[in-house]
Every structure is written in structure tokens, then in C-alpha cells.
């Protein structure tokens, strides 16, 4: 077996090996969000780019970064029903974050910038609230 795949999740099941690569997806927009100027954000809220700041930009990728941690630590720990249940409200909120942004404030379009973020948390949240049971009772 490889060397590397004793630092992947060990439960069974692909969810955790999901939750760690969103998690380390999610670290790299958090530093392109500080790091890589307001290009990619702005894709995001294509709808408003000029919203879009440097302060608005770190914001949101110190934000980024809070729920890849919070879901790493899904990842390796999602037997534990409070870890499962914060990591599920962490793709609750990109879900209401990214879809007020679309839908109310208009800041978003639904295109390449807006499609990635939707496709994941719609993903990840109906995987998570079906394999619930699973993870937790074994």
C-alpha cells in the first residue's frame, strides 16, 4: 500500500475522503482570497464585482478557511455526532451565503464562479443527510 494513505481518513466510505479534499480546496481559495488579488472573488459575484474589496476578499477567505478546518476535522472525526452535525451546518450556510448572494442581493450570477460553490454544498449536504445514519451508528 502507499505510505501517503495512512494520512487519509480511515473510516469507510468516500464522505470523508470528500470532506478532505473540499477542505483543502477550500484552503487554497481561503489564500488566493489574501493572496492572488480580486480576480477569482470577483467571478464569484460576477453580478457586482465592484462590491468586491480587499477587505471583502480577506473576509471571505478567513471565512473559507474556518470551515475547511472545520471540515478537515469532519473528515478524520465523522463518527462523532457533534463533529458530523457542525461540518453539515458549515455547507448549510455556504448553501444560504452563496444563494442569498444570487437570489436577494443579486450580487452573484449563476455561471463558472457561482456553480462550483452551489454544485458542492447542494452535493454535500443531501450525501451527508443520507449517510447520517451510517457513520454515526457504527
Do not use: C
Not at 481559495?29 to 492572488?36: K, V, W
Request: net charge positive; proline share 4%; charged share 10%.
Amino acid at each position: 500500500m502507499y505510505e501517503y494513505m495512512k494520512y487519509l481518513p480511515q473510516a469507510t466510505g468516500l464522505l470523508p475522503k470528500w470532506l478532505l479534499f473540499i477542505s483543502v480546496v477550500s484552503a487554497f481559495n481561503s489564500a488566493q482570497s489574501y493572496f492572488g488579488g480580486l480576480k477569482l472573488t470577483r467571478r464569484v459575484y460576477e453580478g457586482n464585482p465592484a462590491q468586491v474589496t480587499g477587505l471583502s476578499a480577506r473576509t471571505f477567505g478567513t471565512w473559507t478557511f474556518l470551515t475547511a478546518l472545520v471540515r478537515l476535522y469532519g473528515a478524520y472525526h465523522i463518527n462523532n455526532p457533534a463533529v458530523y452535525d457542525i461540518t453539515y451546518v458549515t455547507y448549510i450556510v455556504a448553501f444560504m451565503h452563496f444563494s442569498s448572494e444570487w437570489i436577494i442581493y443579486k450580487t452573484a450570477k449563476l455561471g463558472k464562479g457561482l456553480a462550483g460553490p452551489l454544485i458542492v454544498s447542494t452535493t454535500t449536504l443531501v450525501w451527508m443527510a443520507l449517510q447520517k445514519s451510517y457513520y454515526l451508528n457504527q
